[in-house]
């Protein structure tokens, strides 16, 4: 039973549930709860899931149909989803402090990036929200010694999000949107060597992920914006040199 209640919490540090036991009914409807409550609470948006698989005697599980709303003043329903993320847990350690998780990969997710005239992106407001809903001391984050649901600390050695679509909507800057998939994300070592609680792994792994992509989609931007006064400036060449001529 303990090594069953330990992988429980090995798959709800996708969300840093702070739940640790296993309540009446489905395991599989518990991890989905958890992941759209904890999700939506640290992020400030609402997270859904469409169900989960877990295989605890074959180490691995499946989120499936995950998503992540925008903030109500930008246009697209979504800031980020998947189809599926697999879960690769080393079983070994689950008797081990830090818990490890061998990876996490995401395939094809898609993340949809917005800049609006003021200078503000959606991701980097939810990042901000992120930001905001940590712990800001390691005080905050302890719990009693006696408590029955103490957490574990958990490491993930690899997350990878392979061939992320990015949508890059530049429309407010006078552009226009750009379809981008963009190189495979890896990071590694989340948690540092000692891990962190289940309920913090789930923001970390949150903040890094978004603040990848959202790292790259900045570079995009200034590529798209780039080209665009290159062209302008070309218009211009061509319409002097059109009038000298004429």
């Not at 949809?112 to 929200?129: K, T």
């Not at 949107?177 to 970390?204: M, R, V, W």
């Not at 978004?210 to 080209?227: F, N, R, T, V």
Request: contains cysteine.
């Amino acid at each position: 039973m303990n090594k069953l209640a330990s992988f429980v919490i090995i798959i709800l540090l996708v969300c840093g549930g702070a739940l640790w036991f296993l309540a009446n009914g489905s395991l599989d409807d518990f991890i989905k709860q958890q992941i759209e409550t904890q999700g939506s609470k640290i992020t400030n948006q609402t997270v859904l899931v469409r169900n989960v698989e877990m295989k605890l005697i074959k180490g691995s599980g499946a989120i499936n149909g995950f998503s992540l709303s925008n903030p109500e003043k930008y246009k697209y329903p979504h800031a980020f989803s998947f189809e599926t993320i697999l879960l690769d847990i080393n079983i070994k350690s689950l008797a081990e402090d830090p818990i490890v998780i061998d990876e996490i990969r995401i395939n094809n997710p898609q993340a949809f990036v917005e800049l609006a005239q003021s200078g503000s992106a959606n991701l980097s407001d939810i990042l901000d929200d992120i930001e905001k809903n940590l712990p800001k001391s390691e005080a905050e984050t302890q719990q009693p010694e006696n408590s029955s649901q103490k957490e574990p600390n958990i490491r993930v050695s690899k997350l990878i999000l392979a061939g992320t679509n990015l949508s890059l909507d530049l429309s407010a800057l006078g552009n226009k949107e750009h379809q981008i998939t963009l190189p495979d994300i890896n990071l590694t070592n989340i948690g540092g060597d000692k891990g962190l609680p289940a309920s913090l792994l789930g923001a970390e792994i949150a903040k890094q992920a978004l603040s990848s992509i959202w790292k790259q989609a900045k570079a995009e931007q200034k590529e798209k914006l780039k080209d665009k006064i290159k062209n302008k400036l070309k218009e211009k060449a061509l319409d002097k040199l059109g009038s000298f001529l004429n």
